[in-house]
């Protein structure tokens, strides 16, 4: 509504005037057209736990900070929406021991080392051990329970120091060379000395002295040692 006018008349108490009632009911309007033009004090508050984009407010303008791009991040805008990108492109690579992130200005690698592969295979990265040769890597190796060799030799071996041994061993063990027959000792042979001829005939004939069973009926007289 237009804001009315009062009207005084052209001289005072010429009676062209508006009476006093006309006068103050248009005061009345005026004053609730000016109300109803009035706005409303704004409280502005930041959302969430990010920078705050509010500045402050001069007078009757408010003031808020502006979004700028930083490295590698754009910053584009429409009427409704403000959009911000990552420019970044990151690579991921792969050989046969290693996988490598790479963008602008950065890199990342998983890398494979003695015995340790790393290999990628579309979205999935695979790390595995090769246990060839573990074992030999290990300064002080130990075991925390029994060995099972699945019947398989333990070859080229210094000095093996056991309290008990169970099977076929080979090698020397306290100087005993074990390669060889322990049990079929042979001691030569008796030389005899001969000095008859009965003597040359008792030590050069073979005597056939039967069997267990039916035994000969022989008597010899070897002498004595």
């Known amino acids: 509504m237009a804001l009315k006018n009062i009207n005084i008349g052209n001289i005072a108490n010429d009676g062209t005037g508006d009476s006093l009632r006309i006068a103050f009911d ?6 609730l057209d000016i109300e109803a ?5 704004n409280v502005i508050e930041n959302l969430g736990s990010g920078a705050g984009v509010y500045y402050n407010k001069e007078n009757n303008v408010l003031y808020f900070k502006s979004i700028v791009a930083g490295a590698n991040v754009s910053v584009t805008e429409t009427n409704a929406e403000i959009t911000i990108n990552s420019t970044e492109n990151f690579t991921i690579q792969s050989d046969n021991n290693a996988v490598n992130i790479s963008g602008t200005g950065k890199f990342f690698g998983v890398k494979g080392s003695a015995n340790i ?6 979205q999935d990265l695979t790390i595995t051990i090769n246990p060839v040769g573990l074992v ?20 080229n071996a210094n000095n093996i120091t056991s309290s008990t ?8 063990v306290n100087g005993v060379n074990l390669n060889e027959t322990l049990f079929n ?5 008796i ?6 001829a009965t003597q040359y005939v008792i030590a050069f004939t073979n005597i056939d002295y039967g069997s267990f069973i039916t035994p ?10």
Do not use: C, Y
């Open 26 to 31: 248009k005061v009345n309007k005026n004053f």
């Open 37 to 41: 033009r009035a706005t409303v004090q």
């Open 117 to 122: 592969n790393t290999t990628l295979n579309s």
């Open 136 to 155: 030999a890597l290990d300064p002080n190796p130990q075991l925390s329970a029994d060995l099972d060799a699945n019947n398989n030799n333990i070859t």
């Open 165 to 172: 041994f169970i099977g076929n061993l080979v090698g020397t």
């Open 185 to 189: 000792l042979d001691f030569g042979g």
């Open 191 to 196: 030389i005899p000395i001969i000095t008859t």
């Open 216 to 225: 000969a009926d022989i008597n010899s007289d070897f002498g004595s040692f």
